[in-house]
């Protein structure tokens, strides 16, 4: 499985989920085949808002992935839950 957090960047290097990326929307047509080489891969969108993540997991849609999900909940949700959160190297 593959996380991402949609933008902006700001906000992930402030914390975001184990793991997750932070493509940009408008580079994602170019790093989804590199971050994301097999379109059956689940991968799980998220931000702290829904907007951008439903952008994210439209568009990753349509370039042919198969198994895309919007985590509805978001960050806020995630951290609300006592979950963990990273923060980027400074």
């Known amino acids: ?17 184990p793991g997750a990326r932070n493509p940009r929307l408008d580079e994602l047509d170019a ?4 971050l994301v080489p097999d379109l059956d891969t689940r991968v799980v969108t998220y931000n702290a808002d829904c907007f951008n993540s439903a952008v ?3 568009r990753l849609r349509a370039l042919g992935y198969t198994d ?6 978001g960050k806020q949700e995630w951290i609300e839950a006592g979950l963990p959160v990273v923060a980027a190297p400074s």
């Not at 949609?6 to 989920?17: C, G, I, N, Q, W």
């Not at 790093?31 to 590199?34: F, G, H, I, S």
């Open 31 to 34: 790093l989804a085949p590199v």
């Open 68 to 73: 895309v999900r919007k985590y509805a909940g």
């Open 56 to 58: 994210a997991a439209d």
């Open 1 to 17: 499985m593959t996380v991402l957090e949609a933008p902006p960047p700001a906000s992930f290097d402030e914390e975001h989920l």
